[in-house]
């Protein structure tokens, strides 16, 4: 997961060391990444993870697909 997370989001770069930022962070990201798998559309998850930031309306597709059963 570490490697992915790196890749992703460079987590080694990340400049947060105070108090509970980097702890915080770690599980936002985890939670982006575990929502983004979820998604069954075809491409990377870098590339879905990009596309989500620039387009509402695909963040929106892919959350609404965690509330459905």
């Known amino acids: 997961m ?5 890749l992703s989001f460079r987590e080694d770069a ?3 060391r105070k108090d ?4 915080s962070l770690a599980v936002l990201r985890r939670r982006a990444l575990d929502v ?3 998604d ?11 596309k989500a930031g620039w387009s509402d309306d695909y963040l ?10």
Do not use: E, M, Y
């Open 36 to 38: 983004v798998r979820r």
């Open 40 to 50: 069954t559309s075809k491409g990377s998850l870098s590339i879905k993870l990009k």
């Open 20 to 23: 509970n930022g980097p702890g």
């Open 14 to 16: 990340a400049r947060n």
């Open 60 to 69: 929106r597709s892919i959350l609404n697909g965690l509330a459905a059963p």
């Open 2 to 6: 570490h490697w992915q997370l790196d």
